[in-house]
């Protein structure tokens, strides 16, 4: 079979599986991670291993497995493949190597083996398909020079932008509520803490439309399915949790989306 069949083979799969995941996580077992750890689906992630090791664990092959993909391409060193490259960087080495070790947790707080496992492996998959269509002839479409200069490129980097900023600056927040020493949960107040429970997550979405508009590909497409199939039932869970944990959480308060959802 060749790359570009794996590829397409891959694409239907990961489209497929989002549909399950989406299903799965929404009614039948939530990631049993962080505040819902406790919950009665526990028992399905299996034992627990250290937070921030997990973390690094299932987030790393959003980095070096995409770069590793990528340089195996004939067009890596093509000028828009390289920016496009950096501005996926941008987001997932911050995510594997700066925020698990940024994000305040508990002393020997673990989170469920399977969720990392279940990362790891599909995070090789998830890099495959976008690192191929960069810099693979066989695979990708070919960015020349000019697709900087393409209202789709320049949308979606704008996007991607918003996304990463609202997504950093939300992290930031949620780790400054706790202060060393400090356990437990408390409410998030300010900025887009008003209007939603979870920013981070919505600046997620938009980095992952930003990047499908970018990139102009199935693959990114598949991608932000799937981070909404993953994501979506996660904010839910964490907004309903908000509401019966606080009796004074604020109603006009939405889940993810200001205004929508």
Known sequence: MSAAQWHEGL???????????????????????????????????????PTRWAW??????????????????????APVPLILLAMWQAHYFHRSFVYPFFRRVKPGDTTPLLVPLLAFC??????????????????????ELSWLADPRFLIGAAIFATGWRINRKAD??????????????????????????????FGEFL????????????AGAVFLLWTLANLMPRALENHRWYR??????????????????
């Open 11 to 49: 694409l239907i799969g990961y489209f497929a599986g989002s549909l399950f995941v989406f299903s799965s996580l929404m009614f039948v077992a939530k990631a049993a991670y962080g505040r819902h750890k406790g919950d009665k689906t526990a028992w399905w992630w299996g034992p627990g291993v």
């Open 244 to 261: 019966r944990t606080f009796a004074d959480y604020p109603v006009q308060r939405r889940a993810v989306i200001p205004g929508l959802i």
């Open 56 to 77: 690094v664990v299932m987030e790393a092959p959003s980095a070096l497995g995409f770069a590793a993909i990528y340089f195996m391409g004939d067009r890596a060193l």
């Open 172 to 201: 930031a927040m949620l780790a400054a509520l706790r202060k060393p020493g400090e356990t437990g949960y408390k409410v998030p107040r300010g900025w887009l803490y008003e209007r939603i429970s979870c920013p981070n997550y």
């Open 207 to 218: 980095v992952w439309t930003g990047w499908a508009i970018a990139t102009w590909s199935t």
């Open 122 to 143: 599909t995070n090789i998959g998830v890099s495959f398909l976008n690192a191929a269509i960069l810099s693979w002839s066989q695979i990708g479409q070919g960015y």
